[in-house]
């Protein structure tokens, strides 16, 4: 599969369309082509490449939990040449929202409001379970710190944590988008910089051997690879998901038809770098035996957990494993200011399209950023991260931060299958839509290959690879967005669309990317 530059004779663009593509331009431009990658990279690596892989060797065993990242890297590039033709398509802020609803309403005229409504919360709680997942092990890294284990914190340390995690990522999310980029690239870089660190540790540990990784079986003696495997796919296939949410500030990006599509398969590469990376140093680390409760590994004789700070702490002391936490928090920080800034775009464009209330879509006069959908936001992660946290302790919920990964893995899969379908429909309802990064130099039979391999993909993660409990719940955070449009709609709190899709094609001209 090779890329290239054409130039297209004519394409066509329309009124609506042209309506759904300056969603957001009254915002300040202010992110260049990099900083949009490390947007990307940042809102993906949070505290999962750094904390997860003692969970999923707990349930897999190393073999299987990295042969899970490397299947799950390869079965996404899929996604996300569909995504980076679509970011190409909408270059607005809300992206992915945006050229959902705008597909939706093309082949659905009548029910599309609701549908492109559902479509965006679905996003919404999408992100925000990733989010709350997050929150939960900053609130569990640094509980194991300063009390030697999550048990031992008193109940209030994990609610206190989160609600200064997102309260201070909410702050600088406030400031102009320029200035939040930048901060975001800093601490993108420092995690590249933990990932090559740790590696080269592992490498040079005595101790550490490949042999590690080669353990077929996992803990409790299982050799069935397949049913080994299937228990950490859709973790690790959730981990590449939100590939796409640096779409979400398109409309404050520079030359986003192209930059962010670029941003998205750079960020795919990388990512896996640095999950893959980690996964294979943890693995090769140490001999690793469950931990009591059986939820994580342990190096053998010692109470160290198979994490990335806490193997730092072991194989090159104390100094350097407080270094590497802090080195984590300041990921954690990164992944939420990242996550921040788009998701609250999203709630801007759907107030845009007049699907959200009026509020949302109102922008701070300074600096051009919304910031009454970062204040919302704000408040929907502390209930979820902290009713989440409090719930744990007190013995009625599982561990959240693995129990929020898996609902996030199965609200995206949905979200998956949804993008596949806007790529196919756009192609047909508007062929000659511009699009400067396109599967394929012409035809759709590419397009159709990407879009079945993403539905079978994710269809098995989400119903192949979770137990009713999460697909339950899952299905019941989708349906509570049905009354609150309902509820919005007769209150007549919505703002004013200014999206319709309904104008004639005008001439244009475009140069497209194409991939073959």
């Known amino acids: 599969m090779t890329t290239s530059t054409t ?12 309506d759904a593509i300056k969603i957001g331009s009254e915002m300040q431009v202010g992110i260049s082509s990099f900083a949009s990658w490390m947007l990307g990279v940042g809102a993906i690596i949070g505290s999962y490449a750094w904390l997860v892989h003692g969970p999923m060797i707990a349930r897999a065993g190393t073999f299987a939990t990295s042969s899970a990242w490397v299947v799950a890297a390869i079965m996404t590039l899929p996604s996300a040449f569909i995504l980076a033709e679509l970011s190409s398509m909408f270059p607005a802020a809300g992206g992915p929202y945006v050229f959902k609803y705008y597909a939706f309403k093309r082949v659905f005229p009548k029910t599309g409001e609701m549908i492109g409504f559902l479509t965006g919360w679905l996003f919404y709680t999408c992100v925000i379970c990733a989010l709350a997942c997050m929150g939960n092990g900053f609130s569990n890294l640094l509980s194991h710190i300063f009390y030697g284990s999550a048990a031992n914190a008193p109940i209030w340390f994990g609610p206190f944590l989160i609600v200064c995690l997102f309260g201070g990522c909410t702050l ?5 988008v320029n200035k939040a980029s930048a901060v975001n690239s800093a601490a993108t870089i420092v995690k590249f910089a933990m990932a090559i660190s740790f590696g080269l540790l592992v490498v040079c540990a005595p101790h550490s051997s490949v042999a590690n990784l080669l353990n077929f079986s996992n803990p409790h003696g299982n050799t069935d690879f397949f049913a080994n495997f299937s228990s950490v796919f859709l973790l690790a296939l959730c981990g590449y998901s939100g590939i796409e949410i640096t779409s979400c500030s398109s409309s404050e990006t520079k030359d986003a038809r192209r930059s962010v599509p ?49 193997m730092t702490g072991h194989l090159a002391g104390p100094f350097w ?13 990164g992944c939420g200011l990242s996550c921040l800034l788009n998701l609250a775009r999203v709630g801007y464009s759907m107030a845009a399209t007049g699907l959200f209330p009026r509020k949302f879509a109102e922008l701070d006069p300074k600096t051009k950023v919304p910031s009454y959908a970062l204040c919302f936001q704000f408040w929907c992660l502390v209930i979820v991260s ?86 339950v719940t899952s299905l019941v955070m989708l349906l509570v967005g049905v009354p609150m449009y309902f509820w919005y709609r007769r209150r007549g709190l919505f703002a004013e669309s200014v999206v319709i899709v309904d104008a004639q094609p005008v001439p244009v001209m475009q140069e497209s990317v194409i991939i073959r």
């Open 7 to 18: 130039s297209e004779p004519r394409v066509k663009t329309s009124k609506a369309e042209c």
């Open 386 to 471: 902290v009713g989440s946290n409090v719930l744990a302790k007190t013995g009625l919920c599982p561990n959240p931060y693995v129990f929020l990964g898996e609902i996030f893995g199965f609200i995206y899969s949905f979200l998956a299958l949804l993008y596949g379908f806007c790529l196919m429909s756009l192609r047909y309802t508007d062929p000659d839509m511009a699009r400067p990064f396109r599967i394929g130099a012409k035809g759709n039979a590419l397009a159709w290959v990407m879009t079945i391999w993403s539905i079978v993909v994710y269809g098995f993660a989400a119903f192949g690879c979770t137990t009713w409990v999460q697909q």
């Open 172 to 176: 600088l999310n406030m400031v102009s």
């Open 262 to 310: 670029r941003a998205i398969i750079l960020t795919l590469v990388a990512t896996s770098f640095i999950y893959v990376g980690m996964s294979l140093a943890v693995g090769a680390a140490s001999p690793y035996v469950p931990s009591a409760d059986g939820e994580y590994m342990i190096v053998d004789g010692t109470a160290v957990h198979a994490t990335v700070p806490a």
């Open 321 to 333: 494993g407080n270094v590497m936490s802090a080195a984590v928090v300041t990921s954690i920080v």
